[in-house]
């Protein structure tokens, strides 16, 4: 066994014991990094909610190391649920389903579905293999700010009081999982995330609108989330270099992030570095312009109005 595999396995050794003993554990994955507990231990789950400042009723994710164990955690599964599965994970999708009878409130705060999704990294892929259950884990980010993508983004997020960190390299996609509920009868998109929402209709044979009455308890389909310290405003790419001049007059700093155009692949898994940059360099607005809202881009453009909040 190489060095590195050595250490890599004394790592999840250590996050595994972590979690047994009902501690909190960053784990990487696809997306973003996740601040994870054992999902049957609520004394352990009700540490995540405390160390981000989340509110209790907000759902967890549970992460599972595989597709056949959906049936653990969801009851009354659907055949379209086996097929987003089979398609997708693991990856980037998030299943909204019944909850079993090992989904605890302390997860779904109170709601009787459960998020449930198989990560795609090896090292989530291994610390979720090696513990054997669920682990619960939102976003490794205080309640309302932006999601890391890098270790570091974690350690600067919780500083001394930050959690053990597996280190996984920056996140291959930079934003979260798409959501989508499957809980009752039609299909509905919570999220636009990683998995883009024309795979999913493709994959359904039906559309599969997207749901923003709030009526679900989603942070995520809050107004305000997602946000940096910067005001974030949203410009069409003729109006920055006006904006930005005008900005400027008024004696203030200015920082641009141009989605507009790119390869959205590479715009999602720079998106969230580049709203932490633009407050490491102490920009008090961010100029974005957004994305084309197809595919991964609605989940890019999703993220920056939510950054921008209401208006
Ligand atoms: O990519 C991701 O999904 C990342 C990584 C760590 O897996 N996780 C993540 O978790 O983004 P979080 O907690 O930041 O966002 C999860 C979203 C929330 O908006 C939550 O309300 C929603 O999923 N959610 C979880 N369980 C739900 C449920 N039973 N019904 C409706 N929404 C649910
Ligand atoms: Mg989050």
């Not at 996050?15 to 501690?23: E, N, Q, W």
């Not at 599964?77 to 089979?86: H, K, Y």
């Not at 270099?241 to 590479?266: F, I, K, N, V």
Request: charged share 20%; hydrophobic share 45%.
């Amino acid at each position: 066994m190489s060095d590195l595999e050595t250490f890599a396995e004394q790592a999840i050794a250590e996050a595994v014991a972590t979690l047994r003993r009902g501690g909190l554990v960053v784990l990487p994955t696809e997306t973003v990094y996740g601040l994870g507990a054992d999902a049957e231990n609520p004394a352990a789950v009700a540490r995540i909610f405390e160390l981000k400042g989340r509110p209790r009723a907000h759902p967890l994710i549970v992460h599972i190391a595989d597709g056949e164990a959906l049936a653990d955690w969801a009851r009354e599964i659907p055949e379209a649920a086996w097929l987003l599965a089979e398609t997708f994970w693991p990856g980037p999708l998030t299943l909204v389903l019944k909850r079993g009878p090992r989904v605890s409130d302390a997860v779904t705060g109170g709601l009787d579905t459960v998020g449930l999704r198989v990560p795609a990294h090896p090292l989530a892929y291994a610390l979720l293999h090696a513990f054997g259950g669920g682990v619960a884990a939102p976003s490794a980010n205080r309640f309302g700010a932006v999601s890391p993508t890098l270790a570091a983004h974690v350690r600067d997020e919780f500083g001394p009081a930050c959690p053990l960190i597996l280190d996984g390299g920056p996140c291959a996609v930079g934003v979260e999982s798409t959501i989508v509920d499957l809980s009752s009868g039609a299909p509905a998109l919570l999220r636009p995330g990683g998995v883009a929402r024309e795979e999913i209709e493709a994959a359904l044979r039906v559309a599969v609108p997207h749901d923003q009455s709030g009526k679900v308890r989603s942070p995520g389909q809050l107004a305000s989330h997602y946000a940096p310290r910067a005001r974030v405003v949203l410009c069409a790419p003729s109006e920055v270099a006006e904006r930005e001049a005008q900005l400027r007059r008024e004696g203030l700093a200015t920082a641009t992030l141009a989605c507009a155009g790119g390869d959205p692949r590479t715009v999602a898994r720079q998106l969230y570095s580049a709203l932490r940059e633009a407050d490491a360099r102490g920009a008090a607005v961010l100029l974005a312009t957004l994305p084309a809202e197809s595919g991964l881009g609605a989940a890019i453009a999703d993220r920056l109005r939510k950054a921008a909040g209401p208006r």
